[in-house]
T-cell receptor, first 113, second 115 residues
Framework: KAGVTQTPRYLIKTRGQQVTLSCSPI?????VSWYQQTPGQGLQFLFE???????NKGNFPGRFSGRQFSNSRSEMNVSTLELGDSALYLC????????????FGPGTRLTVL | AQKVTQAQTEISVVEKEDVTLDCVYE???????LFWYKQPPSGELVFLIR??????QNEISGRYSWNFQKSTSSFNFTITASQVGDSAVYYC????????????FGIGTKLQVIP
């Protein structure tokens, strides 16, 4: 069974640009969550999606958005990038809302110059 | 406001020793969830456990065990007979009633297991 895939793995952007990150869940998984990890703020929760609906959102500005497609793949978008958006972005998937176990992808390392 | 405190920033133990990682939380919710995650040097997060606030039974999974005590707002994690492969940063997290509402992470405890 293939694991969680995140693309791209590494990305370099400049301030003001926008970026889209992708997360492909394990087959059959319908719940996708996104997290940001930085040295300064640590791990922070971004969003949770289930069946194409955003169920929960962390405390991030509106520049951070996401969506989930009918095949459960999810994308997150960050517009007007700032230096502080440099981070490791992780996604996790699980089978359903009642399922406990999450499976994480390898992450996308975003560097904003 | 929610808060998760992992007071131990770094712990070193010798292989085969037992080690307990502390997690103390604060929340006003009556229903909430607690999590533990492991992040080895490779960087990929690994889910370890999710426990809801109504289930105060201790959990054991192999060499791992979790002690949930509502009275002291703690959800401590013990590794028995530690191994070098247990070296990682361990994060405790707390969420609100929906499972992933207001998810708050602790700063993590870096565990080094010395051979």
């Amino acid at each position: 069974k293939a694991g969680v895939t995140q693309t791209p793995r590494y990305l370099i952007k400049t301030r003001g640009q926008q970026v889209t990150l992708s997360c492909s869940p394990i087959s059959g998984h319908r719940s996708v969550s996104w997290y940001q990890q930085t040295p300064g703020q640590g791990l922070q929760f971004l969003f949770e999606y289930f069946s194409e609906t955003q169920r929960n959102k962390g405390n991030f500005p509106g520049r951070f958005s996401g969506r989930q497609f009918s095949n459960s793949r999810s994308e997150m978008n960050v517009s007007t990038l700032e230096l502080g958006d440099s981070a490791l972005y992780l996604c996790a998937t699980k089978g359903g809302l009642a399922t406990d176990t999450q499976y994480f992808g390898p992450g996308t390392r975003l560097t904003v110059l | 406001a929610q808060k998760v405190t992992q007071a131990q920033t770094e712990i070193s133990v010798v292989e085969k020793e037992d080690v307990t990682l502390d997690c103390v939380y604060e929340t006003r919710d009556t229903t909430y969830y607690l999590f533990w995650y492991k992040q080895p040097p490779s960087g990929e997060l690994v889910f370890l456990i999710r426990r809801n606030s109504f289930d105060e039974q201790n959990e054991i999974s192999g060499r791992y065990s979790w002690n949930f005590q509502k009275s002291t707002s703690s959800f401590n994690f013990t590794i028995t007979a530690s191994q070098v492969g247990d070296s990682a940063v361990y994060y405790c997290a707390l969420s609100g009633p929906g499972g992933y509402q207001k998810v708050t992470f602790g700063i993590g405890t870096k565990l080094q297991v010395i051979p």
